[in-house]
Protein backbone atom coordinates (compact mmCIF):
# COMPACT_ATOMS: atom_id res chain seq x y z
CA UNK A 1 0.00 0.00 0.00
CA UNK A 2 2.92 2.60 1.02
CA UNK A 3 3.92 1.28 -2.58
CA UNK A 4 1.38 2.56 -4.34
CA UNK A 5 -1.10 5.65 -2.66
CA UNK A 6 1.31 8.53 -1.41
CA UNK A 7 5.11 6.79 -1.76
CA UNK A 8 5.64 10.22 -3.18
CA UNK A 9 4.78 12.05 -0.37
CA UNK A 10 7.08 10.23 1.97
CA UNK A 11 10.32 11.67 3.10
CA UNK A 12 13.82 10.07 1.55
CA UNK A 13 14.51 8.58 5.03
CA UNK A 14 10.81 7.44 5.29
CA UNK A 15 10.98 5.97 1.59
CA UNK A 16 14.27 4.17 2.51
CA UNK A 17 12.53 2.25 5.94
CA UNK A 18 9.66 1.17 3.59
CA UNK A 19 12.17 -0.32 0.88
CA UNK A 20 13.76 -1.77 3.69
CA UNK A 21 10.75 -3.46 5.02
CA UNK A 22 9.86 -4.60 1.69
CA UNK A 23 13.26 -6.54 1.90
CA UNK A 24 12.88 -7.94 4.48
CA UNK A 25 8.87 -9.11 4.29
CA UNK A 26 10.31 -10.81 0.42
CA UNK A 27 12.70 -12.51 2.52
CA UNK A 28 10.31 -13.63 5.14
CA UNK A 29 7.97 -15.24 2.59
CA UNK A 30 10.63 -17.19 1.10
CA UNK A 31 11.67 -18.33 4.31
CA UNK A 32 8.23 -19.76 4.92
CA UNK A 33 8.19 -21.17 1.14
CA UNK A 34 11.17 -22.52 2.35
CA UNK A 35 9.78 -24.18 5.68
CA UNK A 36 6.95 -25.59 3.79
CA UNK A 37 9.17 -27.01 1.04
CA UNK A 38 10.73 -29.10 3.89
CA UNK A 39 7.46 -30.08 5.47
CA UNK A 40 6.22 -31.11 1.81
CA UNK A 41 9.54 -32.84 0.91
CA UNK A 42 9.44 -34.58 4.89
CA UNK A 43 5.84 -36.00 3.87
CA UNK A 44 6.65 -37.38 0.37
CA UNK A 45 4.33 -35.15 -1.32
CA UNK A 46 7.71 -32.90 -2.92
CA UNK A 47 10.44 -34.64 -5.41
CA UNK A 48 13.47 -33.13 -4.73
CA UNK A 49 15.57 -32.56 -8.27
CA UNK A 50 19.16 -31.30 -6.65
CA UNK A 51 21.10 -28.62 -8.65
CA UNK A 52 24.88 -27.69 -8.67
CA UNK A 53 24.39 -24.10 -6.64
CA UNK A 54 27.62 -21.90 -6.89
CA UNK A 55 28.47 -21.54 -2.84
CA UNK A 56 29.87 -18.08 -3.85
CA UNK A 57 27.12 -16.19 -5.40
CA UNK A 58 25.24 -17.79 -2.13
CA UNK A 59 27.83 -15.99 -0.24
CA UNK A 60 27.67 -12.74 -1.74
CA UNK A 61 23.60 -12.98 -2.01
CA UNK A 62 23.75 -13.38 1.69
CA UNK A 63 26.30 -10.96 2.63
CA UNK A 64 24.63 -7.99 0.27
CA UNK A 65 21.24 -9.19 2.54
CA UNK A 66 22.60 -8.00 5.71
CA UNK A 67 25.49 -5.58 4.56
CA UNK A 68 22.82 -2.64 5.08
CA UNK A 69 21.76 -3.61 8.63
CA UNK A 70 25.07 -4.26 9.54
CA UNK A 71 26.47 -1.16 8.28
CA UNK A 72 23.45 0.75 9.81
Not at 2 to 26: A, M, R
Not at 28 to 38: A, R, Y
Amino acid sequence: MLHTKGFDTLTDEQKTYVNEIDKSNERMIGLVDSLLDISRIESGRLIVDPKMTSLEDLMLTTINDFDGPIKG
